[in-house]
Nanobody
Framework: QLQLVESGGGLVQPGGSLRLSCAAS????????VGWFRQAPGKEREGVSC????????YYEDSVKGRFTISTDNAKNTVYLQMNSLKPEDTGIYYC???????????????WGQGTQVTVSS
């Protein structure tokens, strides 16, 4: 049914860039709230960036503001997270998520991808 598949993770040096992709099926990303979350070992999952299902307003976690950009390509039914100026503390498993009625960028969304590892290290 509804499926989310992340890709684009990997190993990158501090200051580098990655673009994560989340390919959606079973629903249209432009009709759902979508977001990116991350989880580092021993830490709670946190919202990185989300697009509200209500009006498309965008939230960025303070530590990534100005460095990360969330976007969608409706023709490809894909959500992206462009990550620039990466720091070691950005390391973690990144998940995309979707919820028909998402408002807050907190990890209680109904649908989740499998995650993709992002490691920022020299």
């Amino acid at each position: 049914q509804l499926q989310l598949v992340e890709s684009g993770g990997g190993l990158v040096q501090p200051g580098g860039s990655l673009r994560l992709s989340c390919a959606a099926s079973g629903f249209s990303v432009d009709s759902y709230g979508v977001g990116w979350f991350r989880q580092a070992p021993g830490k709670e999952r946190e919202g990185v960036s989300c697009i509200s299902s209500l009006d498309g307003s965008i939230y960025y976690e303070d530590s990534v503001k100005g460095r990360f950009t969330i976007s969608t390509d409706n023709a490809k039914n894909t959500v992206y997270l462009q990550m620039n100026s990466l720091k070691p503390e950005d390391t973690g498993i990144y998940y995309c998520a979707a919820d028909a009625f998402s408002i807050a960028c907190i990890p209680n969304y109904d649908h989740w991808g499998q995650g993709t590892q992002v490691t920022v290290s020299s």
